[in-house]
């Protein structure tokens, strides 16, 4: 099976979704769209007319079987060619987008497509077209329990102090760390507390900041997500989160975490773990949400899409339910 992968930016957990996709022999081509994207800039309109000619060049080349749209935005892209099946996943930031013409966009590419996939139940509920619900896979093998000594020397940490980790760039509002600062402010804890910030750093460094802290604090307003939670999760790390996203019904039943919109709560919770200092249990939970359901469930996806027949009917705009 040949199958052209459209995407926005490749983000880590869409890399992972290709290579356990490439493990089952499915051959993957991954088609971005061309020039950078950050924070709230955009890509200038031909950057998208240079990507549509090159999505129907990748068709006329009779290559591939299938073509799998990964976020909203490069849906209708997928869908104006005339003949390959598509399936669409959604990411989150799109469907659940503060601007409505991605918010409709992503519904449009849903309800077009030959198969539609979502991967939180927040996301499910959002989305009236028949749909999948395939969460995101969290690779164990990289996100796994290490000694926070070991953790700390790698990513340079020279403290004996206990460390609440803030998983975002602090500028970003909807990450509200403000509210974070305020938290820790609150708590009344035996020892000082440093909060500390990751972003921008390579992704095979995450799992050591993490075990390096004491706990995983996110304030965030709204998310689709969030992976990190998941992440930490897998690595034993307790976790502190506002009720957003998937995190409730990810973290249901695993000790050593809260979840509340309530601060006084959060405090609570914070001053509760920092004093116990152990780890969670998290990653008996994630081990049935690694990468290896992710892969099974997708070629599954494909295989049904591909033996209703021509899969062309979402040229016509029948929807079909997976």
């Known amino acids: 099976m040949h199958v052209l992968q459209l995407v926005t930016s490749p983000r880590p957990f869409f890399d992972q979704q290709v290579a356990v996709l490439e493990d089952r022999g499915i051959d993957c081509t991954v088609l971005g769209v061309p020039g950078e994207h950050g924070g709230d800039s955009s890509r200038p309109p031909t950057a998208y007319a240079t990507f549509y000619r090159r999505v129907l060049s990748a068709i006329r080349s009779g290559e591939y079987d299938l073509v799998h749209a990964n976020y909203g935005l490069v849906a209708p892209f997928a869908i104006a060619q005339p003949v ?3 399936v669409v996943t959604l990411w989150g930031t799109d469907l659940m987008s503060e601007r409505s013409w991605l918010r409709s966009l992503s519904r449009f590419g849903a309800r077009r497509s030959d198969a539609a996939i979502v991967p939180s139940p ?8 028949e749909h999948e619900l395939i969460p ?18 790698r ?3 020279d403290t004996d102090r206990p460390i609440a980790l803030f998983p ?4 970003r509002s909807v990450k509200d760390f403000p509210r974070a600062r305020r938290l820790l402010e609150r708590a009344d804890v035996d020892a000082d507390v440093d909060l500390r910030t990751v972003s921008n750093v390579e992704y095979e460094l995450i799992p050591y900041y993490m075990n390096a802290s004491d706990v995983l604090l996110v304030t965030s307003e709204r998310e689709s997500g969030p992976m990190v939670v998941k992440e930490a999760a897998a690595c034993n790390l307790p976790i502190v989160s506002t009720d957003v ?11 050593r975490c809260i979840v509340s919109d309530d601060d006084d709560e959060l405090v609570a ?13 998290g990653r008996n939970v994630i081990d049935g949400l690694g990468l290896e359901s992710l892969g ?3 070629l599954d996806v494909y295989r049904r899409v591909l033996q209703r027949g021509d899969g062309l009917d979402h040229r016509t705009g029948v929807s079909h339910g997976v």
């Open 136 to 153: 995101f896979g969290v690779d164990t093998d990289l996100f796994r329990p290490i000694p926070r000594g070991e953790a700390r020397e």
């Open 84 to 86: 390959r099946p598509v």
């Open 269 to 281: 919770g914070l001053e509760r773990l920092l004093a116990d200092g152990g780890r969670s249990d």
């Open 155 to 157: 990513v340079g940490w």
């Open 245 to 255: 996203g998937f995190v409730r019904e990810t973290l249901e039943g695993v000790t």
């Open 122 to 129: 927040a996301m499910s509920a959002e989305l009236e077209t």
């Open 168 to 171: 975002y760039d602090r500028t």
């Open 296 to 298: 099974d469930r997708l």
